[in-house]
């Protein structure tokens, strides 16, 4: 293994959106891998990728995810680089993968997740429930979106996306009483001064794998492969099975308001799981355990009991 380590002159290339916080998880793993391996960090590369959703046209014009593409926006063109070599890993944020890799690619690495929570963010109000009759929240994602609705019918929700800085200079201009964010991301950009109020997952179940940091590489690569086993967190990882078993029977999409959290307790995992009609008139729930092993059976079975329960015409919108 000594011999195939990375060097200053050789290094291992990190592929990565350049998003504040993609470059935020990127640095974390290099800074792991290195630590792991007491290797200096120029020995590895933070390769920066544009992506299809990073177009800043589309972000500025706040046009929904589902009207560009799919989860594919922030991944395609750095597979791609991939799988052309030129580029030997790549760090994600996992609840934006889809649930089935390119051939050639396996995504089998998750770091130690951090707060899975959503965060309510407003200049002035404390809470969802402060939220005046008819008041305006922003929010690009689905999921956010179609939950707000099922709780609060009166809200008007309108599409929001950016940065954090876009999104806090939009309160500030008064185009909405409120957003939401993942507090994860908030925690590994450092950001406490943005007004942030932790969401309880009793009150918004949080997306698929929320918080978890997932490394991809080709699936032929032996050194890469050696090498991320050693920052590899079991824990996440069975956490995430069961998750993204769920989303993935379920047929998971940016165009499907789902949600998922399963949690260890000793030997007992314990999965909820939330899927939704996209304009918030119904929503289905489950809450099960059962041994850690079993979690990614529990999730493809809650998954299979939801779509049996929907009944017709709840998923109309997968088309």
């Known amino acids: 293994m000594t011999a195939s380590l990375p060097t200053p002159a050789t290094p291992l290339k990190i592929g990565t959106r350049g998003s504040p916080l993609a470059l935020a998880q990127a640095n974390e793993t290099r800074d792991r891998l290195a630590a792991a391996f007491d290797l200096p960090q120029d020995a590895f590369e933070v390769v920066v990728i544009k992506t299809t959703g990073d177009n800043r046209a589309m972000i500025e014009a706040d046009r929904p995810l589902k009207e560009i593409g799919n989860k594919g926006l922030f991944t395609k063109e750095i597979e791609e680089a991939m799988l052309r070599g030129d580029i030997d890993i790549a760090v994600h944020s996992t609840k934006d993968m889809p649930v089935e890799q390119p051939e050639g690619l396996v995504l089998d690495t998750f770091l130690p997740r ?63 009483e409120c957003t939401f964010l993942a507090m994860a991301g908030l925690r590994r950009l450092d950001m406490e001064d943005v007004p942030a109020i932790a969401i309880s997952p009793d009150d918004m179940l949080p997306a698929i794998a929320q918080g978890a940091i997932g490394i991809e590489r080709r699936a032929q690569d032996s050194r890469a492969a050696s090498m991320l086993e050693a920052i590899h967190d079991a824990t996440t990882t069975r956490r995430l099975a069961a998750e993204r078993a769920f989303l993935a029977a379920l047929d998971g999409s940016c165009e499907t308001p789902i949600a998922g959290l399963a949690e260890l307790d000793g030997g007992t995992l314990r999965l909820r799981g939330e899927v939704l009609r996209p304009d918030g008139s119904e929503a289905l729930n489950d809450d099960r355990s059962c041994p850690v092993e079993d979690g990614a059976a529990l999730g493809a079975e809650m998954a299979r009991d939801l779509l049996a329960r929907a009944g017709e ?6 088309g």
Do not use: C, H, M, Y
């Open 114 to 176: 951090e707060d899975v929570r959503d965060a309510f963010i407003s200049p002035r109000l404390g809470s969802i429930r402060d939220l005046p009759d008819g008041a305006v929240v922003g929010t690009s994602s689905l999921r956010r979106r179609s939950q707000l609705l099922n709780r609060r019918p009166d809200l008007k929700v309108v599409e929001f996306r950016g940065n954090v800085q876009t999104r806090l200079r939009k309160l500030a201009e008064g185009v909405a």
């Open 313 to 318: 015409g709840f998923f109309d919108w997968r």
